[in-house]
């Protein structure tokens, strides 16, 4: 990995804790594990950037890419909801 | 009897036919005659910026024509929650009694869960956070692929209309305060005025892509601090290059945090209204 592949990865879970400390509501194991089972597939449709290799789809196994950077903002938001504490507020 | 509706549809007919006529004439005869100007240039240079041809010319080149349109989405929207949304945003130092007399108070849009149907009440909130990380991911490669900061901005203020909708304020998941919107546009705008500042320092030049620098007149150090955690390595048919598209990414998450702050405060402020007394 060069720094132009692994930079949008570190700030889009950077932004990923900043909005995810904003969502609050009805948000218990159930919403979770949703939203982490239709993001990974979300990942794998949107795909990676063009000219990036990811660490299963350049690596590992070619064929099948995720894309880092949605992941990445993905889990981000979730742990900015752990840290805000998101289904209690 | 005149039937009005037929009237008015033979008349949308005749000036469509009008438009469509003068439009195919002007192409017509346009033939032979158009001047590549500076896209000539642009698009050979382009390719060193960034893989997105859209963004370096956007956010590069015609970088202070977007701050300018940045400035008025922000001013645009600071203007019509204050202005507009009189007697909805409450300030401190004005009473009630200060509102236009007359004007129809706001009812806040509020909608109980209960009389949610069943997939929406399941599926809101993780399409909601979906749409959020959705945001997150179109502005990270906006150098890269198809996006960019205003995409991004108006993609995360859908997925914060589509959990008003839904849920309203109080079963609101995304639970952006007025504090926060406020701050994100302020500081995306500040940002984005902030990122011209090493271009004019370095250089001369105000908005100048130091981290790509194009015309070879920014200080090493200054480039590499801009460029290199964005440099790509571009694997063409012409062969291998390596460019960076030093400023915009950077720039393109200030005009996210602008948009998304602005159009989110202008749903917020006309959906809900708010009072500067109330919890931030």
């Keep these: 990995m060069i720094p132009g592949e692994l930079t949008p ?4 879970f950077l932004l990923g804790i900043l909005f995810g400390t904003q969502v609050g509501g009805h948000v218990d194991k159930k919403v979770v594990a949703t939203v982490v089972f239709l993001g990974i597939c979300a990942a794998y449709v949107l795909g990676p950037f063009p000219f990036f290799k990811t660490l299963i789809g350049g690596f590992l196994a070619p064929r099948l890419a995720f894309s ?13 909801m752990a840290i805000r504490g998101g289904g209690r507020r | 009897m005149i039937d009005i509706k037929a ?14 006529a003068a439009v195919s004439i ?33 956010y590069d080149w015609r970088g202070f024509d977007t701050l300018i349109e940045s400035l008025v989405i922000y001013v645009g929207s600071f203007g ?14 004005y009473s009630e009694k200060e509102t236009y007399e007359g004007a129809a108070e706001p009812r806040p ?22 749409v959020t990380a959705y945001a997150i991911f179109v502005v990270t490669g906006s150098s890269t692929s198809g996006g960019g900061g205003f995409q991004c901005g108006v993609i995360l203020s859908s997925a ?11 079963y609101m998941p995304l639970k952006f305060t007025p504090r926060f919107m406020v701050g ?18 370095t250089t001369g030049y105000f908005l100048y892509n130091v981290g790509a620098d194009v015309w070879k007149i920014a200080p090493p150090i200054v480039k590499a601090i801009f460029g290199l955690p964005w440099m790509l390595k571009l694997e063409l048919a012409e062969g291998v290059f390596f460019s960076s598209p030093g400023t915009i990414p950077p720039i393109n998450v200030s005009e996210a945090f602008n948009v998304a702050g602005c159009l989110i405060l202008l749903f917020f402020a006309f959906l809900y209204g708010w009072s500067e007394g109330e919890k931030k």
């Design chain 2, 184 to 201: 994100l546009a302020c500081a995306g705008m500040a940002g984005y005025t902030l990122l011209g500042f090493p271009g004019l320092v």
């Design chain 2, 160 to 170: 914060y209309l589509l959990a008003a909708i839904l849920y309203g304020r109080k």
């Design chain 2, 109 to 130: 849009l509020d909608t109980s869960e209960v009389s949610l149907p069943v997939i929406l009440r399941l599926f809101g909130v993780p399409a909601a956070i979906l």
């Design chain 2, 80 to 93: 019509s929650v204050l202005a507009l949304g009189r007697g909805i945003v409450k300030l401190k130092e």
């Design chain 2, 7 to 20: 009237l008015r549809g033979i008349i949308a007919v005749v000036a469509i036919g009008i438009v469509a």
């Design chain 1, 68 to 80: 880092n950077t949605f992941l990445g903002a993905l889990f981000g938001l979730l742990v900015g």
């Design chain 1, 9 to 12: 990865l570190i700030v889009s």
């Design chain 2, 26 to 58: 002007a192409l017509v005869n346009m033939t032979g005659k158009v001047n590549p100007g500076v896209s000539q240039l642009y698009n050979s240079l382009a390719y060193l910026v960034a893989p997105n041809n859209l963004a370096t010319w956007v």
